[in-house]
């Protein structure tokens, strides 16, 4: 079984920035890819970042691009968003995913493995 903690959330104002972390308790080769998924306030959940484990290929949401970088440590057992320019948009609980399937890295439906979430809340 993988568990996957993330840490680093908080308050912000608009502008301010926060790097979230999520370990992994057991990297193993079936595991292809890291994301990072938010979901606000009535709101679905959504792709943000993720990070391929095999070639280090990065993806990113439109509304997110140039804003977020996502990186892995070469263990493969952290896995870090950092958060820059944030504004009230960027307000939701931010989870770490692991994908053990092909498919889109944006779709949740993916990833077999969740962490129990982190809140981000950025003030105006």
């Known amino acids: 079984q993988v568990q996957l903690v993330e840490s680093g959330g908080g308050s912000v104002p608009a502008g301010g920035s926060l790097r979230l972390s999520c370990a992994v308790s057991r990297y193993y080769h079936g595991i292809v890819s890291m994301a990072w998924f938010r979901q606000g306030p009535r709101k679905e959940r959504e792709g943000v970042a993720a990070?391929?484990?095999?070639?280090?290929?990065?993806y990113y949401a439109d509304s997110v691009k140039g804003r977020f970088t996502i990186s892995q440590d070469n263990a493969k057992t952290t896995v870090s968003l950092q958060m820059n320019n944030l504004n009230p948009e960027d307000t939701a609980v931010y989870y770490c995913?692991?994908?053990?399937?092909?498919?889109?890295?944006?779709?949740?439906?993916?990833?077999?493995?969740w962490g129990q979430g982190t809140q981000v809340t950025v003030s105006a």
């Open positions: 990070v391929s484990t095999l070639t280090d290929v990065t």
């Open positions: 995913a692991a994908k053990v399937r092909s498919g889109a890295w944006s779709d949740p439906g993916r990833y077999t493995y």
